[in-house]
């Protein structure tokens, strides 16, 4: 008998404006992470691990790069017969023309044909942007046990901070009775992670009305899920025990890097039975040079160290010259610190180049201070003035 | 253009034998450099000089080269390009009958089924980056009919044990070649690397086991100097070779300054990917002049080595001069010094381990001691 399957679709086309000049170029999704990933690698080989083999990536905003990177879907080991990493951008249809996705309900719904095709028996939705990793064959599997119509994964937060997120309202068998995004009094502590799982059938119908639905902002917290409550359908909460963390933000991009060096790590990336994988670029092994001090830090392959690190990340590819200390700072692809220039609290974009000497970021900085070249020119020919 | 030139990764000689480590896989299988088995070297000269079509001669213990050439894109199409891994039956059950030329005669059809022009012969034993395009123009150009590529060394007393001498006549033309037994300091030394066409080397193939069942490449080449155009091509750059545990241990050592130079942008060295997590340097870590694989977790100190992939160095222990393959453990105080630890040891109960340079200690794969 044919399994029934799950077609995981991946939300990947937000701009990421708050992640400033990161985002210019590339989509949030694409950025690099924990010295030698892109965030989406993790939704990605979460699906890989889950035993998911049709993956769709909904892609929007500045995807040139994301859409040759998830092209090659060797990477994830899902180029299987049957499955694949499909690219999904807004396309010109027969009937409705041309249009860009208006929310993230609206990016599935523009894509029903692709689900049909499929022959989906269930839409999981994740998210382009989180670093978790989630068993997501086991969330199935408690979706179709309760015979629920939807399943939401969902995280114990602390109370104090619930109000920040969409919150679940259960009974005792976890049953969502209520949504509320985010609520000044909150009634519970259940904050949803973005991660769905709708039996398709009834998602499709749902998504049906909605794209006639004139008020409707085509968005899965803000109707679909309103809409599934309203009804009474079966809405169960999934609760999700681990690493989890959404990097929408400079600071908590900073936060999630740092906490791999963290004592309290929970985000174990050296499990061999759920690895991470991610695309190689023949980088030679570290370099760490005669004269390198390195106090807690995480390192990638194609580093070369001759400087000092402390407490810092140092992605593929990337310099710290002799002299140099980076404290407490993440240093992006390729970029490279000068000798003797001293960078904290400070995330390096890419290929950025940091003059010797030159100073940036401080100890007691509120923000951590993201390095573009426009910020490395300024502060270079400030320098000449003086 | 890429059609031109078939590559074959040949066999070691006989005189190479890595004490401990050829026990267990092919000297051209060896993790190398942290990260790197040695044959990634020749195959990515190969590659990166556009040649598609690459042949793989082993003797024994297929395994971990199958494995290794499987996992690794070496960067040519996949569907054009071709990888083949041969090896021949050994004849009269005598180690001393497993020639280059017994593997090639066994699998003489793959070679005659390739269009190619030329083939470009190399073992990978000897390390070094070489376009081989520049090789074969200048074949052209000498008119030659077998160009052998050389490097003429003053380490010839020292290093290249039994390798290749090459004595040259007016031109680059190789008028006699001998064995290194190590009595002078400056010698031209064969890096048993050749260019022929496609049919003379079928046809040394042929004539080599006419003559005698001992016969190897080298020697059917010696032996054809008076009949054939021989010449020397020069390498200019690095080289090392690899033919013991001393040679093994000083060119890992010795590449860790040199890599960031020999490896650039244009000349990659590919390999497998393992997607092996960062190393984690942690809190009382101490490590400098050293290459590093990923996936390790370092709290002890490290000086001056090479630490191969998902390597444990436990707090207070302290490697010093030393190679460490991957995956091995070396606990809390242990103190290693010039040694070569192979795959998978555990180092937990002996608290020294002290070698020299010129005879480094070597554990075994899987040894816990």
Redesign the interface.
Known sequence: MKQKKMVAMILAGGRGTRLYDLTKKVAKPAVHFGGKYRIIDFPLSNCANSNITTVGVLVQYESVLLNSYIAKDHIWGLDIDGGGVYCLPPREKDVTGLGLYQGTADAITQNLDFLDQEDAEYVLILSGDHIDKMNYEKMLSEHIAKGADATIAVLEVPMKEASRFGIMNTDEDDRIIEFEEKPAEPKSNLASMGIYIFTYKTLRRYLKEDEKAKDSNHDFGKDIIPNYLKDGLKLQAYRFKGYWKDVGTIDSLWEANMDLISDKNTLDLSDPTWKIYTGDNNAIPQIIGPNAKIDVAYITQGCVVDGEVKRSVLFTGSRVDEGAKVIDSVIMNGARVGEGAVLERCVVMDDVKVPAHMHLGSKNSKNILLVTKALVNKKAEGKDHE | MSNKMLGIVNLEPANVHVEGIDDYRPVSATSF???YRILDFMISNMTNSHIDDIQIYIKNRPRSTIEHILGTNYNVNSKKGRFSILYGEIQGNNELYNTDIANFKANIEYIEQSTADYVVIAPSHFVYIEDFNEMLAYHEKMGADVTIMYQSVSTAKEDFAMCDILEFSEGKRVAAMSKNTGKFKNRDISLECYIMSRNLFIELIQKATATSSLFWLSDVVSDSLGDLKVVGYPHKGYVTCINSLKTYYKANLEL?DR??DL?TEGW????K?N?T???????C???????????C?IEGT?IDSVIGRNVVIKAGAVVKNAVIMPSVLINKNAKIENAVIDKYAMITHIKELKGTEDEPIYVKRRDRI
């Open positions: 450099l942290g990260r860790r890599l960031d490896v990659p060295i590919y390999t990917t997607d997590q960062p190393t984690l340097y942690r809190e870590a101490r490590v400098s002049g050293s290459l590093i694989g990923n996936g977790e490290v």
